[in-house]
């Protein structure tokens, strides 16, 4: 079974460019959930989807941060414009409650803001 | 805010049972306590998880305070492919709290 895919895995940008980052979820899991993982710390929740739904994006940055899941299924992550504090892993994740909420994470993308 | 603390790191030799403790004083009695390791360049893997019984799996096993304020992770057979980041995490609210982990250093 194909776990999380994630792409790309490294992203190099200038300020004020835009970027997107793109998950593909365990096939079944409604939940997923897109983390920010910044250097030496634990992952933090930036937001948080059942099936289509947004249900906590209380930690995503509003003003510059934007996500989708339009079909409840793969999921895209916007950054527009990046600073160079949002360089950072960016890491997804799905999960069910068959699993028993257990999270399955992708390799993350690695994004540098120049 | 993390609710959980650990230790920022740990050595154990190669072989050895790999200890790892966490507290986390504040939980409450519906969260479950979760376990996950983060090898480098790489996204978090389950370990394990437990609300009040110590629990056992094939890569770990989990012992919970009867109070609920404190947990350790133990690694019985510790190998260099055990060294990682150890979170310790709270559930609750469909929420997972991690920490800033324990680098665990596994040596020869």
């Known amino acids: 079974e194909a776990g999380v895919v994630q792409s790309p895995r490294y992203k190099i940008i200038e300020k004020k460019q835009p970027v997107a980052f793109w998950c593909n979820p365990i096939?079944?899991?409604?939940?997923l959930y897109w983390y920010r993982q910044n250097l030496g710390q634990g992952p933090e929740l930036l937001i948080r989807y059942e099936n289509e739904e947004a249900v906590d994006d209380s930690q995503l940055p509003k003003d510059r941060f934007s996500a989708e899941r339009l079909k409840g299924v793969d999921s895209t992550l916007k950054i527009q414009p990046a600073e160079l504090g949002d360089s950072a892993v960016y890491l997804c994740a799905s999960s069910n409650h068959a699993t028993n909420e257990k999270l399955f994470f992708g390799s993350g993308t690695q994004l540098s803001v120049l | 805010d993390a609710k959980t603390t650990q230790p920022t790191s740990m050595d154990c030799a190669e072989g050895r049972a790999a200890n790892l403790p966490c507290n986390h004083s504040?939980?409450?009695?519906?969260?479950?306590v979760y376990w996950y390791r983060q090898i480098h360049s790489q996204g978090p893997q389950y370990i394990i998880h437990?609300?009040?019984n110590n629990e056992t799996n094939e890569m770990a096993s989990l012992i919970i305070t009867e109070d609920r304020k404190s947990s350790t992770l133990i690694l019985p057979h510790a190998t260099l492919r055990d060294t990682a980041v150890y979170y310790c995490?709270?559930?609750?609210?469909?929420?997972?709290?991690f920490g800033s982990g324990t680098k665990l250093n596994v040596k020869p």
């Open positions: 995490t709270e559930y609750n609210f469909n929420k997972f709290y």
């Open positions: 096939s079944g899991h409604n939940t």
């Open positions: 504040t939980i409450s009695g519906n969260e479950y």
């Open positions: 437990g609300l009040k």
